[in-house]
């Protein structure tokens, strides 16, 4: 018994598997089994990577931490980088000009988290509100056409295997080295594992928070600029990335109260999802039937992935478990500035 | 948090209530200001016709505030409000027209749906944050498995209920609110399940040590949630005049800003009806106030942002003087 239980696969594997059996019920229901569906899933996924990389950066620097304006900056980050890829005539500029745009606005919440103390989900939702009105007003009478060069770039899969995809997962392989094997990385995880130990450790709290944050709103932004190239700019682009970030980087394994990052897991979840819609495209359901699925499809990995058990077994409580018990504890009575401070004072 | 204690603080209150009330004080001067901008510019808003006006489609908003105070006083943040109170307006604008009773059952079921979500955050100890983020695709799939497109009719006894002006010419939307709130104050702080409510977001180990079920608990807090939710929907099919789901998916977000705004906080423990109604009124008034500044209601989510980080500034300043 002992041998199986301490086995533990690693925890990307399970949203690899939920895309493979997705895939492999689209060949089944298509009679098709082409590489195209791989393809063109390949093609749409890494956008979600790239935002969800960047929440998952952001997720794992402690309990509470989210960033709930990407959606915005993502569809900031479309428009402008075409107003002034048309302005300026050169693509290289537009992008800059996103990413610059992003980094600004995350700055935005940067500051009210460690300034004016205010919770990340309220910090990053008044920054999501600003982007939207920036949004807004830009998008008014807007026309703009994308670079046929970048537009031609995403499209572009020599044998099959989309060079935009390969890009990422160059990307992909980076973060997991930064997380891995470098001092910030270490520290970042740190951090989000034990806040108040990091810091007694000599972790700098703004330095740590503040480079999640900030690349969290570059990503966006940047996929936003290369989303809407390959499709169209628009003030709704990227609504539907939210919800997306949040729940492929929690079906692929990274710890939402903390201190566990898992890049591949990020390129697992969007995979599944983005197969997910395909298949259900085919078999012809609407949007709603999608919609629903989805939802119980995170509810299902939620039941099963969960912090405690099923089977709980009495006395023989694995070590695992008892961290994340006590993570989920720290979640619940997390010391946000206020109690701290007062605790500090009590005698 | 001990009244005998020496640590009192603005005229003699505890320092657990001064942080309690503060907060909503604060956000009761701004809306008061708000509401002086706003006369002062068009003076006709302080007659009762022009006060439900403004007030009418703030009514909504501030019952889905009170549903997010309530998840929030046990720690737990819902992400799905938005989504379920436009879920709702389609099955009130369909079934609830033709077949009452079914109506009726689906709406209950809807409260049950919630306890249910209540009973996977406790038994898995999954974060609220992911399960309602879940659910919330689900409320969309179920109203527009309803209604595919915005569409249907509100009951007759809601619309006669909208154009119902009360005696003492005082506006019907604030009576709405005024009722929802003290409602919910009295159930959070004058019952016991309100005052189990509060000590789940607080210390659950001490609730579980005085032989209440943590589980039994968290289900009845995510089914008020669920119950103030439906009322949120009701209202807004009075509004509107039908059903739409996608009617009000920026609910989710502005309650809980206007739940922090009242002076709520993320670990739980701390209900905040008046506060988190003054914070829900005070975000809803920012529509009127930019349109009477002429400004473009494009600017409005700025200023909204904004007014949020202001408060909180402030809320940061009176908390170093008060300290």
């Given amino acids: ?347 | 948090m001990n009244a005998t204690s020496p640590a009192l603080t603005m005229g003699g209150l505890p320092k657990g209530s001064a942080r309690r009330i503060l907060p909503g004080l604060l956000t009761l001067l701004a809306m008061m200001l708000i509401l002086i901008v706003c006369g002062t510019i068009q003076p006709r808003i302080w007659s009762q016709g022009g006060m439900t006006l403004i007030m009418s489609p703030i009514v909504a908003l501030a019952i889905a505030t009170m549903a997010q105070m309530v998840l929030m006083s046990i720690g737990d943040i819902d992400l799905s409000i938005g989504f379920f109170v436009g879920m709702v307006t389609t099955i009130v604008a369909t079934f609830m027209r033709e077949t009452p009773l079914m109506g009726v059952l689906a709406l209950a079921a809807c409260v049950l749906a919630y306890a249910m979500i209540g009973a996977l955050v406790q038994l898995r100890e999954v974060p609220s944050l992911i399960a309602t983020l879940g659910a919330s695709f689900i409320w969309l799939g179920v109203g527009l498995f309803i209604l595919p497109v915005p569409g249907g009719l509100a009951p007759d006894w809601l619309f006669q209920y909208a154009m119902w002006r009360p005696p003492f010419s005082i506006p019907v939307p604030i009576v709405t609110m005024v009722f929802a709130t003290a409602i919910t104050w009295l159930f959070m702080q004058r019952t016991r399940l309100g005052a189990r409510f509060r000590s789940l977001g607080s210390n659950p180990t001490a609730l579980a040590r005085t032989g209440a079920s943590l589980l039994l608990t968290r289900m009845l807090a995510y089914a008020t949630t669920g119950f103030l939710g439906v009322l949120a929907g009701v209202t807004l099919t009075a509004e509107i005049g039908g059903g739409d789901v996608n009617a009000v998916p920026g609910y989710t977000l502005t309650t809980i800003a206007a739940v922090i705004l009242g002076g709520g906080m993320f670990t739980g423990g701390r209900s905040v009806a008046w506060g988190a109604l003054f914070g829900a009124v005070t975000l809803g008034l920012m529509t009127v106030l930019l349109t009477l500044l002429n400004l473009s209601s494009n600017l409005q989510p700025a200023v909204q942002g904004s007014i949020v980080i202001a408060v909180l500034a402030g809320r940061l300043v009176v908390e170093r003087l008060t300290r």
Avoid: C
């Avoid at chain 1, 915005?72 to 428009?79: A, E, P, T």
């Fill in chain 1, 1 to 347: 018994m002992k041998g199986l239980s301490e086995i533990s696969p690693p925890p990307w594997l399970w949203s690899f598997l939920a895309a493979i059996i997705v895939l492999l019920l689209t060949f089944l229901v298509s009679g098709v089994g082409g590489s195209q569906t791989v393809t063109l899933a390949f093609t749409i996924a890494p956008y979600l990577v790239l935002v969800g990389l960047g929440q998952m950066l952001v997720m794992s620097a402690g309990p509470g931490n989210i960033d709930v304006s990407v959606a915005k900056v993502f569809s900031l980050g479309g428009l402008l980088s075409i107003a002034i890829g048309e302005m300026t005539g050169s693509w290289v500029l537009g992008i800059a000009g996103a990413m610059l745009a992003g980094l600004a606005l995350s700055a935005i919440s940067v500051v009210a988290i460690l300034y004016v103390r205010i919770p990340p989900i309220v910090a990053t939702l008044a920054t999501s509100l600003i982007t939207s009105a920036i949004s807004l007003t830009l998008a008014k009478g807007f026309q703009g056409f994308a670079d046929p060069a970048v537009k031609s770039f995403l499209n572009w899969a020599p044998f099959g295997v989309p060079a935009f995809a390969v890009l990422v997962v160059i990307f992909t392989v980076f973060v997991s080295w930064l997380l891995k094997r470098t001092v910030w990385g270490v520290q970042t995880l740190a951090f989000g594992q034990a806040r108040r130990a990091a810091e007694y450790a000599g972790i700098s709290a703004p330095r740590t928070l503040a480079v999640v944050y900030l690349t969290s709103g570059v990503l966006a932004a940047l996929a936003g600029a290369l989303r809407a190239a390959f499709s169209a700019p628009n003030v709704e682009l990227g609504n539907d990335y939210l919800l997306d970030s949040i729940a492929v980087v929690v079906i692929g394994g990274t710890l939402i109260s903390g201190g566990r990052a898992v890049p591949w897991g990020v390129w697992g979840g969007a995979l599944f999802f983005i197969l997910l819609d395909g298949l259900l495209n085919l078999i012809g359901w609407s949007y709603a039937g999608q919609s629903m699925l989805k939802g119980l499809l995170v509810l299902a990995v939620l039941f099963l992935a969960g912090g405690s058990p099923i089977l709980r077994r009495r006395g023989a409580r694995s070590p695992a478990s008892w961290i994340s018990r006590a993570m989920r504890f720290r979640a619940q009575e997390r010391p946000s500035a206020q109690t701290s401070r007062h605790r500090r004072r009590a005698p």
